[in-house]
């Protein structure tokens, strides 16, 4: 996502700090947002737009273990979605 350099990935909580400094300006309406649900997001939507699971970890940084728990999620709303298309 973000890099100090080519080689480089810039450390979770440098994003954090300048995620929370980007937060501030947007107002108390963007207070409830944090860093750690959009993660999560990205995780859960990475999947379901056809990502691998080696692809998601480079995204985030997250060990395989999480990214196989969120990859379930994301597998059961995709399969969700397809039945209730099935039934129109």
């Known amino acids: 996502m973000l890099a100090k350099s080519l080689t480089q990935p810039l ?3 440098a994003v ?6 980007w937060r501030k300006d947007l107002g108390p309406n963007a207070k409830q947002s944090v860093l750690h649900g959009l993660r ?6 990475l ?7 080696a692809e ?7 060990r395989a273990e999480m990214v196989a728990y969120y990859r379930k999620r994301a597998d059961r709303r995709m399969l969700s979605k397809a ?3 099935c039934r129109f």
């Open 11 to 13: 450390g979770y909580h």
């Open 16 to 21: 954090e700090k300048a995620f929370r400094a």
């Open 47 to 53: 999947p379901e737009a056809g990502c691998s699971d």
């Open 56 to 62: 998601i970890q480079a995204v985030t940084n997250q």
């Open 40 to 45: 999560k997001l990205a995780i859960v939507r």
């Open 83 to 85: 039945a209730q298309t």
